[in-house]
């Protein structure tokens, strides 16, 4: 999500490159509709003791003939990726991989927030100009779920193992409340694991249960028709920014939105350092300011 910006800026500066995205199962259907790559690859995380897997991997990226290649990730294991080329064929690379042609040596990378690291990195391999995230491209007939003409987002899930994350779902049913009260349907998103917040928060407030029923174009869609979205710091809210639903995030003292904020329209992050102690008149307030 936080790569849209990026991406559009190496088509733009590569117009007549044949360009293939390297990533993984959950994305390569859905960015395979985006205007940005002539080929998508999935499998693109391989476990480092999946010797077979790894093997597959350096052959197919040996036998696709890259002249450059872009590691927006700059991981560990994506730099290693460098490594499975031969020495005498290694295209140009931007990323921090140990002796690449256009290394990103910005000093204070790892305090940058994600999008802004890959500007500057970008900037230092010739592409100046990277726009927003554009969702424009990703569509989604939502007649399948029947939803109301006002009807807000709430995204409550996060990391499973990572729970203080979350603010706790008896303030998302709080909110809930309000809104449908006002005539704005709740409408809860997340995977399906999820399933059993959605259900306490739609306890008293008639919130529409949407968890482990839309993919990322669903997303999209959804985010440009709600009138907000409130949640978690997770995907699903990066994803609503980009396609410029207004969103209010939570953070609490587990992740830095300096670092990791969504960004899109109008986004607006509250913060605590525990999220159970934000109440849900303040979430109300910047969720639908007077």
């Not at 690859?41 to 197919?60: K, M, N």
């Not at 990703?138 to 499973?160: K, Q, T, W």
């Amino acid at each position: 999500m936080l790569s849209l910006g990026p991406m559009a800026a190496i088509r733009r500066h590569h117009p007549d490159a044949s360009i293939t995205l390297l990533s993984t199962d959950p994305y390569a259907g859905w960015l395979a509709e985006a205007p940005w790559f002539d080929h998508v690859w999935s499998g693109g995380r391989p476990p480092w003791w999946d010797v077979a897997a790894l093997l597959r991997l350096r052959r197919r990226l040996i036998a696709g003939g890259f002249r450059r290649v872009y590691d927006l990730q700059t991981s560990g294991r994506s730099s290693r990726y460098l490594r499975l080329f031969p020495r005498s064929a290694r295209p140009e690379w931007s990323g921090i991989a140990p002796g690449c042609s256009h290394p990103d040596r910005q000093p204070d990378r790892g305090r940058m927030h994600d999008i802004d690291r890959q500007v500057g990195q970008l900037r230092q391999a010739g592409i100046t100009d990277v726009p927003p995230g554009d969702l424009s491209w990703s569509r989604a007939d939502l007649a399948r779920f029947a939803l109301p003409d006002r009807f807000a987002l709430l995204v409550p899930g996060s990391s499973a193992h990572r729970p203080g994350k979350r603010w706790p779902a008896a303030q998302y049913a709080r909110l809930a409340a309000t809104l449908a009260a006002r005539g704005i349907t709740p409408v809860v998103l997340g995977a399906a694991s999820e399933g059993p917040l959605a259900a306490a928060i739609a306890q008293g407030s008639g919130a529409r249960d949407l968890t482990g029923r839309t993919g990322f174009a669903d997303l999209a869609a959804l985010g440009r028709a709600a009138e907000v979205a409130v949640g978690n710091d997770t995907g699903p809210m990066h994803l609503l920014a980009a396609a410029g639903c207004r969103a209010v995030v939570l953070f609490s003292r587990e992740s830095d939105p300096a670092l990791c904020a969504p960004r899109g329209g109008v986004v607006t992050v509250l913060r605590r350092a525990d999220l159970a102690t934000l109440p849900a008149e303040e979430v109300l307030a910047a969720a639908l300011p007077e």
